[in-house]
């Protein structure tokens, strides 16, 4: 882990670029000092096409951010390290946000161990062993 989730307003299309955005957050994630496996990194996106934003103006947009996340990290790496991250997806979205007002938001959530369950062919990609 981390599994990331970028859900987006479709009004955002061509103003910024999510596919970068998307690679960013993984190689930020990937670049955890071992803190978090590479192996479980996986970020993804969600364009929303159907929603409403305060008084319903067209021009409102939004991104929220949600990281999934396995138990085990201290809160202060989480403040620091997820912090820095919310940092770096404010100044990817900058010029967009310069475009029209956005609402950004990032929320983690820590998952119980015990209702998780994984089989991963990308640790075996990399030579590393499974995890139950």
Do not use: W
């Not at 930020?28 to 996106?45: E, F, H, I, Q, W």
């Not at 929303?48 to 396995?70: C, M, Q, R």
Request: proline share 5%; aromatic share 8%; hydrophobic share 45%.
């Amino acid at each position: 882990m981390p599994h990331v989730v970028v859900e987006y307003t479709d009004n955002l299309v061509g103003e910024a670029d999510i596919p970068e955005l998307l690679r960013m957050i993984a190689a930020y994630c990937g670049d955890s000092g071992g803190v978090m496996p590479l192996a479980g990194v996986r970020v993804r996106a969600v364009r929303l096409s159907e929603y409403v934003i305060a008084d319903a103006k067209p021009e409102y947009a939004f991104v929220n951010v949600t990281v999934k996340l396995g138990q085990g990290r201290d809160a202060e790496f989480k403040k620091t390290f997820f912090g820095g991250l919310f940092d770096r997806i404010k100044d990817e979205l900058a010029p967009a946000m310069a475009k029209r007002p956005v609402a950004l938001s990032m929320y983690l959530e820590e998952l119980d161990e015990d209702g998780a369950f994984r089989h991963n062919g990308v640790r075996q990609a990399l030579g590393l062993p499974q995890k139950r």
